[in-house]
């Protein structure tokens, strides 16, 4: 059966803190792996990854995908409170853009 | 990236009744999929809705609760039939494009 795990579930940091979220995978036919971020409804699209070792960056986030170890990492530096949120992985198997979600990670940054 | 909106935004309604959620896309796209998301739970594939076409559903979920339509390449409802209050949650709608998911801003929905 196809699974997405993230982990961990929760974590709490303060400002400034450097934070890593892992997520990992078994999937049959791997398309690809997307990281989202969810503040209150509706998850907001962060990065899409296809090719092994291949870092995607925006601003203070980043993101890099391991398809021999089955798993990426999504980083945030600098953390601040506006990163709070919770942080879901999904991977697209097939070619019908269906996605397979890990259960999320909840990310409090205090001040 | 596609602009989707959904409406309504929320609404709180009794047990037995039914609430029909609308989803537009402001490009015409092929694939459309339903999400709910319970409290504190990861989203959940409801279906998937093409152009033309039956919708197709997940394990668990059931035209006769949960049918859907798709009039044309913008447009989706979703509608949450004979409601209890376990089908309160968050219906999502979403388009896939170049591969990238990109979702409306939900519906939060309360049944009391």
């Known amino acids: 059966e196809d699974k997405v795990v993230q982990s961990p579930l929760s974590l709490v940091v303060h400002e400034g803190d450097t934070v890593t979220l892992n997520c990992s995978y078994e999937?049959?036919?791997?398309?690809?792996l997307l990281w989202y971020k969810q503040e209150k409804k509706a998850p907001t699209f962060l990065f899409m990854l296809?090719?092994s070792g291949i870092e995607k960056k925006s601003g203070r986030l980043s993101s890099i995908l391991d398809k021999k170890e089955l798993f990426s990492i999504l980083n945030i530096t600098a953390t601040q409170t506006g990163d709070s949120a919770v942080y879901l992985c999904?991977?697209?198997?097939?070619?019908?853009?269906?996605?397979?979600w890990g259960a999320g990670t909840k990310l409090i940054i205090k001040p | 990236s596609a602009v989707i909106s959904q409406k309504p935004s929320r609404d709180i309604c009794q047990r037995g009744t039914s609430l029909t959620i609308q989803c537009q896309v402001d490009?015409?796209?092929?694939?459309m999929f339903w999400y709910r998301q319970q409290p504190g739970q990861s989203l959940t594939l409801i279906a998937t809705?093409?152009?033309?076409?039956?919708?197709?559903?997940e394990s668990g979920f059931v035209i006769d609760k949960f049918p859907i339509s798709r009039p044309n390449l913008t447009f989706s409802t979703l509608t949450v039939s004979n409601m209890s209050p376990e089908d309160s949650s968050i219906y999502l709608c979403?388009?896939?494009?170049?591969?990238?998911?990109?979702f409306g801003p939900g519906t939060r929905l309360t049944v009391t």
């Open positions: 999904a991977v697209e198997s097939g070619s019908n853009y269906q996605l397979i």
């Open positions: 999937v049959t036919n791997f398309r690809s």
């Open positions: 296809t090719s």
């Open positions: 490009s015409q796209v092929t694939m």
């Open positions: 809705a093409n152009q033309g076409s039956e919708a197709t559903y």
């Open positions: 979403s388009v896939g494009q170049k591969g990238e998911q990109y």
